[in-house]
């Protein structure tokens, strides 16, 4: 609950949200927390919330506040990349982070990628089935997903747990999307994948080249492809990419630092 009411306080602080959407983005966290939890409503069909005059579906009942948490966390780039016209949203999830850039950063295009059949369902009616691409971003052109019981955004390429489920997904490289090849410039390229993030950017030289800004979810004490060192000095050699904002940071059940959001300029 503590770390619920951190995040209400840090929302009211976002100048670039009214004080009247603001209230309604709590209360309806609070509702649906309310609703799905203690009442623990259960229905065959992703929840309806409407935020920033817009739907937003959910299936977890942590739905809403996972979106909150999204929106204070990356309030920031507002000063780096307002109003940018392309976004490429690399783990999308349900479309958390694409429905930030359309109603905060007012982005042009957001072009989203999420492999997992269950989250690409939900990301589809979030976004209307508009630009969005149902594959992992790898080098091969298939991979096994471990997935926690009902929490799909926390999938990941490494077997954490013997519980975990497992889903085989496709992959692409990004440097061989057509939509991406296409594009001339992209002026925010994020990648959450859970410690694979390494990987990704070695898909996609020729789309860094004409990337402005690039955030990503850096490993530090968690199972990766290359951490935080390895994810810089590979940035820095392939366009000169630069630190330029350090994000919240993610810590393990022992308290260490698990994982870092930090954003690039080239």
Do not use: W
Not at 87 to 96: C, F, K, M, T, Y
Not at 149 to 159: G, T
């Amino acid at each position: 609950m503590i770390k619920s009411i951190k995040f209400d306080a840090a929302l009211l602080e976002i100048p670039q949200i009214g004080l009247k959407t603001k209230v309604n983005f709590i209360a309806k966290k609070y509702i649906s927390l309310i609703t799905n939890i203690l009442f623990k409503k259960k229905s065959k069909h992703p929840n309806l919330t409407k935020l920033f005059g817009d739907n937003y579906r959910y299936a977890d009942p942590l739905g809403v506040a996972f979106l909150q948490s999204v929106f204070v966390d990356n309030s920031f780039l507002a000063n780096y990349c307002p109003s940018p016209s392309v976004v490429v949203d690399i783990g999308a999830n349900i479309g958390q982070f694409n429905f930030f850039c359309k109603n905060f950063l007012h982005a042009s295009s957001v072009l989203s990628f999420e492999p997992i059949e269950e989250s690409f369902k939900i990301l589809s009616l979030n976004t209307k089935g508009k630009d969005i691409f149902p594959f992992a971003i790898l080098s091969s052109s298939t991979t096994n997903l471990y997935i926690p019981n009902d929490i799909n955004y926390m999938a990941s390429a490494f077997k954490l747990s013997d519980s975990f489920r497992v889903e085989k997904v496709s992959g692409k490289k990004l440097d061989k999307i057509d939509k991406i090849k296409n594009l001339s410039k992209i002026d925010l390229l994020k990648i959450d994948t859970e410690g694979t993030e390494l990987d990704v950017l070695k898909t996609c030289p020729k789309t860094l080249k004409k990337t402005k800004y690039v955030l990503i979810e850096c490993s530090l004490d968690r199972p990766n492809s290359g951490d935080i060192t390895d994810v810089c000095e590979f940035l820095y050699h392939a366009n000169k990419f630069k630190i330029v904002h350090i994000g919240r940071s993610y810590l393990t059940k022992s308290g260490s630092i698990g994982a870092i959001d930090i954003l690039f300029s080239s």
